[in-house]
């Protein structure tokens, strides 16, 4: 694979595990150095990805490009400043930013029960709130005005297609990607004239480790044959936030891309 992003550091929440990893895997390889995230440093081990973030971080360094793991509650604003002062020190200055932390996950862990609009605990709505808007909102303030100053970086935020279409089951989950959607596209007006591009990814449902355990799996969208009616695989959506860290997207900004083989192709 082509390196075009030698000499980059791309800092991505969330890629312990899961869709943050594959990111973090396909940024390396194209050479950027990578601040990996989590909220402990034995997250990943939850579903058997890995035992610790260091274990991660391991991984990548076959790439060739420098590493580094950092751990904290991104819904925490002086975790976030710890963080990014620790991402700055062990690789320099930032310059993609990937907010991939989030997840349809209640205060206490698992799914919210029930997780539906009117009856979900209160506290798994403030959770969700936390781990998917507040915390795609606190690191960007946080690593975004240094970008803004040297007039250089990429952002993409990590949204979903639940964002745009109306649900039951899960629609504190899709209010809050809801948010990161407009927010991708307030930060993106605001970061324009420093020539900073901000935008979002909106993936289906994908298959990680996480996603296969924690739902009922319909067999015929586990599909490998060429179809577009299944679940993506987390490769896919790391080629996407890819192109959009990279040259080819230098005049793209504001823009929210679904990933999702056609699954929401008619919503709004």
Known sequence: MEKTLTGKTAFITGSGRGLGWAIASRLAEQGANVALHDISQ???????????????AEKLRV??????????????ESAVSAMTQQVIDALGKIDILVNCAGGDIAAK????????????????????????????????????PAMRERRQGRVI?????????????????????????????????????FGI?????????????RFLVTRELDPAMMAAD?????????????????????????????QVLRVDGGYSIFAA
């Not at 029960?113 to 709505?125: G, H, T, Y």
């Open 109 to 144: 862990g698992g799914k919210p029960k029930p997780n539906n609009v009117l009856d979900i605990p209160f506290e798994d709505v403030r959770a969700l709130i936390d781990r998917n808007l507040i915390g795609t909102i606190l690191v960007s303030r946080t690593v975004c």
């Open 226 to 254: 060429g179809s577009l009616i299944r679940y993506a695989l987390p490769e896919e959506i790391a080629d996407a936030v890819a192109f959009l860290a990279g040259d080819a997207s230098s005049f793209i900004t504001g």
């Open 197 to 209: 591009c901000v935008n979002a990814i909106s993936p289906g449902p994908t298959r990680t480790a």
């Open 42 to 56: 034995t997250a990943p081990a939850e579903f058997g990805e890995a035992a610790t973030l260091n274990d991660v």
């Open 63 to 76: 790439h060739g490009g420098r590493v580094t793991a950092v751990t904290g509650n991104i819904a925490d």
């Open 157 to 193: 935020n990590i949204a979903s297609v639940a964002a745009h279409i109306g649900v039951s089951e899960g629609a504190m989950y899709a209010v809050a990607k809801a948010g990161v959607v407009q927010y991708t596209r307030c930060l993106a007006q605001e970061m324009r004239e």
